[in-house]
């Protein structure tokens, strides 16, 4: 019996209402482990090393913003850092799902979750063939945010009752740091649809016609319809 690797990343908060950044998303990776990706992680860690960036954990956002160990590189070198990972995503055999929803200004932290529980349980109905043919579903995510690792336990549990927990370390496991792209690209979806891209990402990524074309249409090519 297959196993299947679901890595998870969020995008958001449960705070309060923020019209400057009213999404929310959760993004899952599905990973066969049959299909093995070793070659594809070790030719990234090369290039990266070549960079002086020995087992560096990419972190999509914060290249995008200019923050964290990004603050001091010049837009080039982030831009090469991101388009390696992004090299790597289409190499793999994965596929993804993004959940996401559009936060309104009365909503509290219960429908918040309601609202993401439903479109994660939907999704899981709609293919429970594929999860349930699985010997384990391990489901990866590094308890960032206490509400969606409850949510996870809750929906994976109910529905997947071959499914497994595993805390992760970001900097362990690319396919976390895919995971993390393609929600920081969904964020950057939404935004550019309602006019709201900052200037960091009209920096970084130039026209929007070049956003779609040499990333938003790449990534979409692996989602899971």
């Known amino acids: 019996m297959k196993e299947l690797s679901v890595f998870i990343d969020e995008s958001g908060d449960f705070g309060e209402y923020d019209d400057q950044s009213p999404y929310y998303i959760i993004t899952m990776v599905f990973h066969d482990q ?9 030719k990234l ?35 090469h850092i991101f388009n390696k990972l992004v090299a790597f995503f289409r190499q793999v055999d994965i596929r993804y799902k993004c959940i996401s929803i559009k936060k309104r200004k009365n909503d509290d932290v219960i429908q918040t ?17 594929s999860f349930l043919s699985c010997g384990v ?14 949510m996870l336990a809750l929906v994976f549990s109910v529905l997947t009752p071959n499914s497994e927990f595993r805390r992760v370390m970001p900097k362990d496991y690319k396919l976390f740091q895919v995971a993390d792209l393609i929600c920081s690209m969904e964020l950057v979806r939404l935004k550019m649809e309602d006019d709201r891209l900052s200037h960091s990402e009209e920096l970084f990524f130039g026209s929007r016609y070049d956003l779609k074309r040499n990333y938003l249409r790449i990534i979409q090519r692996k989602e899971w319809k």
Do not use: W
Not at 140 to 145: A, E, F, L, S, V
């Open 34 to 42: 049959s299909i093995v990706i070793e070659d594809a992680i070790n």
């Open 45 to 79: 860690d090369q290039e990266l090393s070549y960079m002086n960036l020995n087992e560096m954990c990419i972190h999509t956002g914060p290249i995008i913003r200019k923050e964290e160990v990004y603050e001091y590189m010049s837009i080039k070198e982030r831009r």
């Open 113 to 129: 979750i309601a609202q993401l529980s439903r479109k994660m349980s939907q999704f899981i109905k709609d293919n429970i063939e």
């Open 137 to 150: 579903v391990k489901i990866y995510y590094d308890n960032g945010q206490i509400e969606v690792s409850r």
